[in-house]
């Protein structure tokens, strides 16, 4: 299957830890189960340096939540910890000790030096036929994009080798996460005994 042409630049800011680091945790999409949103930290329990991968999920006690958060969520192997933030949502926290070379590429925006299993992987989770995954594919190989890129970025036609050598020597076509986006600000949801 043909991957779909770039036609443009991707617009605005997207989270590089959706796009980059949940595919590890081996979800299919397709499921009504997905994340509200991924995030790299956690006020001052989680800092970036620590490799976790924080998801926060809408609590639902219907069959396809409680076997997905059973298999995929509690019994995946990077999972290590879970908390609630309020009554209907929980944050599901996933180590990344054993993909620390990944999660730091991810975290400096050195996507194209992203290990080829986990390329893979999120290559796989996206899926070819869709729009978005010509962009991930020149995240993760911009060489076999410099000079589309090149030339989206420029208005003449003579600024293009120009710009083709300035993104070469940048080696990356996509921005380094924002840490301010990729931090969940929420607390953790307390018990209030005086109800009990």
């Not at 299919?28 to 340096?49: A, F, H, M």
């Not at 006690?61 to 059973?70: Q, T």
Request: glycine share 6%.
């Amino acid at each position: 299957m043909a991957i779909k042409k770039i036609k443009d630049i991707y617009p605005g800011y997207f989270q590089k830890s959706k796009v980059f680091l949940h595919p590890a945790l081996g979800h299919k999409r397709g499921s009504s189960v997905t994340p509200i949103e991924t995030y790299l930290s956690w006020g001052d329990d989680i800092k970036i340096s620590d490799g976790k991968l924080i998801e926060l999920y809408h609590l639902r006690d219907d069959e396809e939540f409680l076997r997905f958060e059973d298999q995929m969520l509690l019994s995946n192997p990077l999972f290590s910890d879970y908390k609630e933030v309020s009554i209907d949502k929980a944050a599901y926290i996933f180590d990344f000790a054993d993909h620390l070379e990944d999660f730091y590429n991810v975290i400096h925006g050195n996507y194209s030096k992203i290990s080829q299993d986990q390329k893979t992987k999120i290559k796989e989770f996206y899926g070819a036929s869709t729009h978005n995954y010509a962009f991930i594919d020149s995240y993760l190989y911009p060489q076999n994009y410099f000079i589309d890129y090149a030339d989206f970025l420029t208005c003449k036609a003579e600024d293009v080798p120009g710009m083709y050598k300035l993104l070469t020597e940048v080696g990356e076509l996509c921005s380094k996460p924002n840490f301010e986006k990729e931090g969940l600000k929420m607390s953790v949801k307390t018990m209030d005994l005086r109800n009990l």
